[in-house]
């Protein structure tokens, strides 16, 4: 059941790059959208075209790749086309907070993607931060929380230590 992922996933970027090109083939005139902050062009159709290309010879080229892992083969093509939907997002964007929209949903996805497989340089590519709230003794809030990398894999509600300083590294 799991090698219909691939066929779905090419056979939905086939449909886009179809409109695409249509529309890149139509010649029409470039308009602005989302109160200007999106410009759909000439420029914008060719790039979403590319894109759309090189993520599908990604998914093609990475199904051996895919095959070996036992879960998640639909969340690894979902993060990919999800950092496309950004990459597409990003050659329309035309003011500073779609810009950042669209830089957010490229990398995001693909950090996620860094860290997928769970040993150990794939979770060194994936760090995450925490937000710690430092404690007194009695285990009263003390201070302002921090932000710190987490380099032990902690989750919600556990209780970590941590060093601040140059003889912490």
Same mark, same amino acid.
């Given at each position: 059941?799991?090698?219909?992922?691939?066929?779905?996933?090419?056979?939905?970027?086939?449909?886009?790059?179809?409109?695409?090109?249509?529309?890149?083939?139509?010649?029409?005139?470039?308009?602005?959208?989302?109160?200007?902050?999106?410009?759909?062009?000439?420029?914008?159709?060719?790039?979403?075209?590319?894109?759309?290309?090189?993520?599908?010879?990604?998914?093609?080229?990475?199904?051996?790749?895919?095959?070996?892992?036992?879960?998640?083969?639909?969340?690894?093509?979902?993060? @990919?086309?999800?950092? =496309?939907?950004?990459?597409? *997002?990003?050659?329309?964007? +035309?003011?500073?907070?779609? &810009?950042? $929209?669209? %830089?957010?949903?490229?990398? @995001?996805?693909?950090? =996620?993607?860094?860290?997928? *497989?769970?040993?150990?340089? +794939?979770?060194?590519?994936? &760090?995450? $931060?925490? %937000?710690?709230?430092?404690?007194?003794?009695?285990?009263?809030?003390?201070?302002?929380?921090?932000?710190?990398?987490?380099?032990?894999?902690?989750?919600?509600?556990?209780?970590?230590?941590?060093?601040?300083?140059?003889?912490?590294?």
């Amino acid at each position: 059941r799991k090698g219909w992922l691939v066929v779905l996933a090419v056979a939905g970027l086939v449909v886009l790059g179809g409109i695409t090109v249509g529309a890149w083939l139509g010649g029409a005139e470039a308009e602005d959208a989302f109160f200007a902050t999106l410009r759909v062009d000439q420029f914008s159709h060719f790039f979403r075209i590319l894109i759309l290309g090189i993520v599908a010879l990604v998914i093609l080229a990475s199904v051996d790749y895919v095959a070996h892992f036992e879960r998640f083969q639909g969340e690894y093509y979902g993060l @990919l086309l999800f950092s =496309a939907g950004g990459m597409m *997002l990003l050659a329309s964007a +035309s003011e500073l907070i779609s &810009i950042y $929209l669209a %830089l957010e949903l490229t990398t @995001l996805p693909l950090a =996620a993607l860094a860290a997928f *497989l769970r040993g150990d340089r +794939s979770t060194e590519a994936g &760090i995450k $931060l925490l %937000l710690l709230q430092p404690l007194t003794p009695e285990r009263e809030p003390a201070g302002r929380p921090l932000v710190a990398v987490d380099s032990v894999g902690a989750g919600a509600g556990e209780e970590v230590f941590f060093v601040r300083g140059k003889e912490a590294s």
